[in-house]
Antibody, heavy 115, light 112 residues
Framework: EVRLVESGGGLVQPGGSLRLSCAAS????????MQWVRQAPGKGLVWVSR????????AYADSVQGRFTISRDNAKNTLYLQMNSLRVEDTAVYYC????????WGQGTLVTVSS | DVVMTQSPLSLPVTLGQPASISCRSS???????????LNWFQQRPGQSPRRLIY???NRDSGVPDRFSGSGSGTDFTLRISRVEAEDVGVYYC?????????FGGGTRVEIK
């Protein structure tokens, strides 16, 4: 069974940093592209970032380019999202998702940026 | 970026009746490899999204056969043949043909 379990969310002040993790199991993580997608409270789904299977290629939404960094550790079956210079508008549930064209989603972790 | 436009925003349906959700893209979703990467996701209240349909019309394992997807090019439809109480939630289309991935704004299905 495919499992994606996010962690690392919480309350942070504007300008602060957080590192999200996504622990993967039930599939061959090292051969899977992975994504981060976020959902602001009461809003729709917005793609944030993706990484290829070996971590050599990454891409970001314009809204997070230069502030967020996606990475992975295939030995630990874990995906990461380092979020710096956080803004109020980054407040959302962050989901990790499997695949170049998403099939499975994690349960999400809430990031709240507020003073 | 490819803009995905869903309609309606809200869809009140009587139990046992059919429902239909439209999704239109701002450009063709036919990939150079010949596939059309259009997925449908269901998000029940308080849950994460779950994929129902991939590549326009392929139902995922465990998805009831009352759900079906159709369409081509820029025009796609998700149909529920007979709505059940467990179908309440928000439905999203998503295109994966062009980078970046983009989602429709969602259609909320509720019971009348």
């Amino acid at each position: 069974e495919v499992r994606l379990v996010e962690s690392g969310g919480g309350l942070v002040q504007p300008g602060g940093s957080l590192r999200l993790s996504c622990a993967a199991s039930g599939f061959t993580f090292s051969t899977s592209w992975m994504q981060w997608v976020r959902q602001a409270p009461g809003k729709g789904l917005v793609w944030v970032s993706r990484i290829n299977s070996d971590g050599s290629s990454t891409a970001y939404a314009d809204s997070v380019q230069g502030r967020f960094t996606i990475s992975r550790d295939n030995a630990k079956n874990t995906l990461y999202l380092q979020m710096n210079s956080l803004r109020v508008e980054d407040t959302a549930v962050y989901y990790c998702a499997r695949g170049g064209v998403i099939d499975y989603w994690g349960q999400g972790t809430l990031v709240t940026v507020s003073s | 970026d490819v803009v995905m436009t869903q309609s309606p925003l809200s869809l009140p349906v009587t139990l046992g009746q059919p429902a239909s959700i439209s999704c239109r893209s701002s450009q063709s979703l036919v990939h150079s490899d010949g596939n059309t990467y259009l997925n449908w996701f269901q998000q029940r209240p308080g849950q994460s999204p779950r994929r129902l349909i991939y590549k326009v019309s392929n139902r995922d394992s465990g998805v009831p056969d009352r759900f079906s997807g159709s369409g081509s090019g820029t025009d796609f439809t998700l149909r529920i043949s007979r709505v059940e109480a467990e179908d309440v939630g928000v439905y999203y289309c998503m295109q994966g043909t062009h980078w970046p991935l983009t989602f429709g704004g969602g259609t909320r299905v509720e019971i009348k």
